[in-house]
Nanobody, 116 residues
Framework: QVQLVESGGGLVQAGGSLRLSCAAS????????MGWYRQAPGKQREWVAT???????NYADSVKGRFTISRDNAKNTVNLQMNSLRPEDTAVYYC??????????WGQGTQVTVSS
């Protein structure tokens, strides 16, 4: 079992920045990637970014160039640095422990609100 706890959400003005963190504990035999997803009101949850155990990163086109995913293996944390935030980035952000591209475990989510 893997437990994930997100932190760092909040309210920010458009153009501002936030840094989300995800603290992981426990172990999952098949987990080889970590990712961030988000879900806006009335919309489906969507993938935002992924980082593999070898620190290879991938991003959704909507956040490429603005968001940066990173990991600190010593602290068992995964971070999402979000810059140049837009109102359309408003959502609940979820951390996921993944097997390749498939989420296996989810955090409880943290709210990010970007005001215009």
């Amino acid at each position: 079992q893997v437990q994930l706890v997100e932190s760092g959400g909040g309210l920010v003005q458009a153009g501002g920045s936030l840094r989300l963190s995800c603290a992981a504990s426990g172990s999952g035999f098949s987990i080889n990637s970590m990712g961030w997803y988000r879900q806006a009101p009335g919309k489906q949850r969507e993938w935002v970014a992924t980082i593999t155990s070898g620190s290879v990163t991938n991003y959704a086109d909507s956040v490429k160039g603005r968001f940066t995913i990173s990991r600190d293996n010593a602290k068992n944390t995964v971070n999402l640095q979000m810059n140049s935030l837009r109102p359309e980035d408003t959502a609940v952000y979820y951390c996921a422990a993944m097997t390749m591209t498939v989420p296996q475990y989810w955090g409880q989510g943290t709210q990010v609100t970007v005001s215009s």
